[in-house]
């Protein structure tokens, strides 16, 4: 643990499905011990939500990948002896989180007032939808309805496509970077004045800050609608050609941001008629396709050779067994092992930081539904 900087820490984690445990999760891989307060036998409703209907150990996997290196204290925050004790807890601990929507935590006694009179210096981190206040309020905060609502999904796509949303979760796993951020800069705060801090995230706020540079230009431009290409494979809604996928004899090429009559002469592009770097976006459809016709022709590994050579930004587009299978992907040791009770193996991406040189690898899963009640009694509830 001499590596893991919040070694030490304490966090309740009342969080639950996907941004505040995932945040939680990142808490954990830097040293922090992580309890997840859950309710008896059924535990959090995350343990329920299912990538692919994939169940592990009696929880989905999604529940597995987001939820191991944590311990479970099981509590009906409905009974009072159950409540009693959390509320012990709370006096010991430096972090709380919860994604309640808004009034619930009022209604048990669990707001950041009266927490912070239990603890003068808890950091009371919250996730909510859309804030605790306004119109939007008692709305689901679920990512797929945050992105549609937040116009996200009308940057993906080409042209004649309907909205389309992200493959994943993005907004969750930003919001969770957030909340993240936003609790380590709490423990900064705390430590100068000794004081509660409460931070606030929302995915709503999460979804508009990801956008922060479209949004940008939209607001300078006149109100002007993002305008995604009609050619498929258009990266970026608001960039110039060359920015996009490109279809090869063999597969497909990534081109990134680069300078056109550089590229359309190292691929043999004849009669270049671009000269005028604005036209780059004005005329990014029709240059898109004449770079297209010549694309075809070859096989995407050619390209990347003849393209790199005169160091033009460009990138195979991989699926998931291609890149996998490649020395890059070894390279990064990203994937880890974790043991799981059943004495089966969960194969999952590490934790993404390195500190002082070394990976921060964790074997241990997803806990079990109070599986740590005991042990959270001896070290916390029994003085």
Not at 138 to 150: C, E, F, I, R
Not at 373 to 378: A, D, L, P, Q, Y
Request: proline fraction near 4%.
């Amino acid at each position: 643990m001499d590596n893991r900087p919040l070694a030490g820490l304490v966090v309740l984690e009342f969080s639950q499905f996907m941004a505040g445990p995932t945040a939680g999760l990142r808490l954990a891989d830097m040293g922090a011990r992580v309890i997840k307060i859950e309710r008896p036998g059924s535990g959090e409703a995350g343990r329920q939500i299912a990538i692919k209907n994939i169940f592990v150990d009696d929880s989905s996997l999604v529940f597995h990948t987001i939820n191991r290196n944590k311990e479970s204290y099981a509590a009906d925050l409905k009974n009072a002896e159950d409540l009693a004790a959390i509320r012990k807890l709370i006096a010991k601990a430096d972090i709380i989180t919860h994604n309640f929507r808004p009034g619930v935590m009022e209604k048990i006694g669990l707001d950041y007032d009266s927490v912070t009179a239990l603890n003068p210096k808890i950091i009371y981190a919250t996730v909510t939808g859309y804030g605790e206040e306004g119109p939007w309020a008692k709305k689901p905060g679920q990512d797929l309805l945050v992105q549609s609502m937040s116009g996200l999904t009308w940057l993906s796509g080409s042209d004649g496509d309907n909205p389309t949303p992200f493959g994943l979760a993005v907004i969750d796993m930003y919001c969770a970077t957030h909340l993240t951020q936003g609790i380590l800069a709490a423990l900064l705060k705390r430590s100068r004045t000794q004081r509660a801090v409460k931070v606030e995230v929302s995915l709503l706020e999460s979804a508009l800050d990801m956008q922060f540079e479209v949004l940008t230009t939209y607001f300078n431009d006149g109100g002007q609608l993002p305008k995604r290409a009609k050619i498929r494979g258009g990266g970026h809604a608001y960039l110039s050609a060359p920015y996009g996928l490109y279809r090869t004899s063999d597969g497909f090429l990534a081109l990134a941001m680069g300078d056109l009559e550089k590229i359309a002469s190292c691929i043999g592009l004849e009669g270049w008629r671009y000269a005028d770097r604005t036209t780059w976006f004005s005329e990014r459809d029709r240059i898109m396709r004449e770079l297209g016709n010549v694309f075809v022709g070859k096989d995407t590994d050619t390209w990347i050779e003849t393209l790199e050579a005169e160091g033009i930004w460009c990138a195979p587009v991989n699926n998931y067994r291609e890149f996998l299978e490649g020395e890059g992907f070894a390279e990064s040791r990203m994937l880890q092992e974790v043991d799981l009770h059943d004495g089966s193996i969960l194969h999952t991406p590490r934790s993404v930081y390195r500190i002082d040189g070394r990976f921060l690898f964790s074997a241990r899963p997803a806990p079990k539904v109070g599986q740590d009640n005991e042990r959270i009694v001896k070290d916390f509830l029994n003085d």
